[in-house]
């Protein structure tokens, strides 16, 4: 599929080498955008949570890609939109990129993989790996670029969460909340929704994070109460039946 519709715009992903799927979804409706004034997507792929975080209200938003042809079908699809005015699609190292102001809320959904067996599509796998940007790199970064009491958020495998973790305390952040994404009701959780926020703006009362789970789909194609409540603003199969 080359275009995905959703309500209120389409996200074009001829170019891309990931495609939207249901997790991207569930997390770019989870996120806490709460109407923050500036957003920034690290990675932004096709621009669909930049795209998702304007249409829940953040006043501008900043995506960064790395692949040059992935930031080009995100200008594109942002430029169809009805947000165009207020995000901006940068092509480049998220290393080595600056910003006049901080960020309330960084999200990302970065490259998963690490120490993994690739396949021959390099553009794939700079996308899913983590070799371009590790784990450390990516907080290190956010943290620079967050305001004192903002909230980065981010799209994880289970299984690196105690790695992330590690660094996190490293670098004075911790995780505030946790929600493991279980795809079919009874199954496995295998991948994270967490937010991280500076330890020096967490209350000393606080102990441990917020641990929650989420079902996506009852049975098969048949989405939960909980993501139906969540998508139910942009897909196009809930504006049909609501």
Known sequence: MSTFKLQQF????????????????IFGALVPVNNVARVLDIGGGTGLL?????????RHVTTVELIETSSQEAAYNVAQSPWHDCIDVINCDINHFTAQEPFD???SN???FDNH???DDKVRNTARHTDTLSYRQLLEQAKSLLTPNGVIALLLP??????????AQSIDLVISKQIDLVTTKG????????????????????????????TVYDSHQQYSEQSTRLLQDFLLRFKQTL
């Open 105 to 107: 809320l960084i999200i």
């Open 187 to 214: 199954g496995t959780a295998k991948v994270a929704v967490i937010e991280l926020v500076s330890s020096l703006s967490v209350n000393e009362t606080i102990q441990s994070s917020v641990h929650s789970t989420l």
């Open 50 to 58: 930049c795209l998702m975080a304007a249409q829940r209200g953040a």
């Open 158 to 167: 289970i299984h690196s969460l105690h790695a992330i973790d590690d660094i």
């Open 10 to 25: 389409s996200v074009r992903q001829r170019d891309n080498a990931m495609k939207v799927c249901t997790d991207s979804l």
């Open 117 to 119: 067996l690739k396949n």
């Open 110 to 112: 970065p490259p998963f």
